[in-house]
């Protein structure tokens, strides 16, 4: 007894599926055969191509996906032989139909995968970003820490240079001795200048005469 043909849903991931719809709905919106046609043809050579592996693949929906050369051979070779109508289409038009296709396949594809999560590889290189952004900035910090330890040590010993003496401990320095013959300022007989003032006449220049008319005027 021949075995059955797996189904589509038994193979395909559901994200694919819907891609699939959408290509098909953009492609021939108002056309309901040229829909089915173009959707099994899709449906039943990515079956036939990459049987229950490609579940997996499709999962993932990684950017490796959807840069694979042989996987967008694959959908080109389909779209060149769907039977979307009985009266096939001019050739030019036909090829922007494939390509056009292939574009929103992919758009579809993508935008899955970022709804659903991001994937695998990009969620490590993201996460390697970041680690080597912390990283980055953790030596930038430890090396102004110690370009500022560096500046703090030597503004230190230039102080210790200028103070040297100050700093020093009251037993080194040397005693200050007193001359006991020295003269008392407080000692000495007052001259008693002072004391007539009315003999004395106030003699002031001209400028500072000048001077003191202007403030006053």
Do not use: C
Not at 4 to 15: G, N, R
Not at 77 to 95: C, F, H, N, R, T
Not at 144 to 156: G, N, P, V, Y
Not at 191 to 210: D, M, P, R, T, V
């Amino acid at each position: 007894m021949r075995k059955p043909a797996p189904k589509a849903k038994d193979v395909l991931d559901e994200d694919l599926l819907k891609a699939i719809d959408g290509v098909a709905e953009n492609i021939h919106p108002e056309s309901t055969t040229g829909k089915k046609s173009l959707k099994n043809t899709l449906i039943n050579r990515l079956v036939a191509n990459e049987k229950a592996s490609f579940d997996t693949a499709a999962a993932s929906a990684s950017s490796e996906m959807l840069d694979d050369q042989a996987l967008i051979g694959l959908l080109a070779d389909v779209a060149g032989d769907a039977k979307i109508e009985k009266k096939l289409p001019p050739k030019s038009a036909q090829l922007r139909q494939e390509k056009r296709g292939l574009v929103l396949l992919r758009k579809e594809i993508f935008y899955q995968a970022i709804q659903s999560a991001e994937a695998p590889s990009a969620r490590k290189a993201l996460l390697g970003d970041v680690q080597d952004k912390s990283e980055r900035e953790e030596a930038e910090q430890a090396e102004r820490s110690e370009r500022e330890q560096k500046l703090f040590t030597m503004a230190l010993e230039f102080l210790e240079k200028i103070y040297k003496d100050d700093l020093m401990d009251s037993d080194t320095r040397k005693p200050v001795n007193v001359d006991p013959n020295a003269v008392k300022l407080f000692d000495q007989r007052p001259l008693g200048i002072w004391k007539k003032a009315e003999k004395y006449e106030e003699l002031s220049l001209g400028f500072w005469n000048q001077w003191d008319q202007r403030a006053a005027a």
